[in-house]
């Protein structure tokens, strides 16, 4: 219960403020959407671009469960594994990832504290004053609907976003790695 969204939230706020770190480029990837965009919120002065990896763009109030409730059964089946406070990994099949990379994947995945899917986030609007914002989202069918082709598209055209599709999984960074280098290159 001590691990959640706000303690992954206030992790990075701590990091930054202890480090004085300013111009920061945070990249969140899935789940990672919902904790770059809190840190955000509560440090715009320091962030000088958000990077969504097909990830979550929370509005206040909003859960994982909520944004993608198809996910609500099978997490809290993996969670009971656990004595439901831990959700165990999910394979990396079922989030598409190519062939080639599925073993490695799946030897790097650990349990996640079912509390960060169930937390709701709570945003203030500060997080719309980081105006610059890369959005990269997945465009293989991997059998899990998600809102994130929809949302990143509406955005296009915004003044500093930029929007990308690539031909990958969900884990863009292990088989869309080169492309995703090159978009992230070019901001």
Not at 42 to 59: F, G, K, W
Not at 117 to 135: C, D, E, K, N, P
């Amino acid at each position: 219960g001590t691990i959640n969204l706000h303690k992954h939230m206030q992790d990075i706020v701590n990091l930054s403020e202890w480090n004085d770190l300013k111009n920061i480029v945070l990249a969140g990837h899935s789940y990672g959407g919902r904790v770059i965009t809190g840190v955000a919120d509560q440090i715009p002065e320091r962030i000088a671009s958000l990077v969504y990896l097909d990830a979550m763009t929370p509005n206040d109030g909003d859960t994982v469960f909520s944004l993608l409730p198809v996910l609500l059964e099978p997490f809290t089946q993996f969670s009971a594994v656990h004595g439901g406070t831990m959700v165990a990994p999910f394979p990396a099949a079922g989030f598409g990832v190519g062939e080639e990379f599925q073993a490695w994947v799946d030897s790097k995945l650990t349990r996640h504290p079912i509390c960060c899917f169930t937390q709701a986030i709570r945003l203030t609007g500060a997080h719309r004053q980081v105006t610059s914002r890369v959005m990269v989202y997945n465009s293989r069918d991997i059998g899990i609907p998600t809102p994130y082709p929809d949302d990143y598209e509406a955005m296009r055209g915004t003044a500093g976003c930029h929007v990308y599709s690539l031909s990958a999984g969900h884990d863009l960074m292990v088989d869309g790695a080169s492309d995703l280098a090159e978009i992230l290159l070019k901001h």
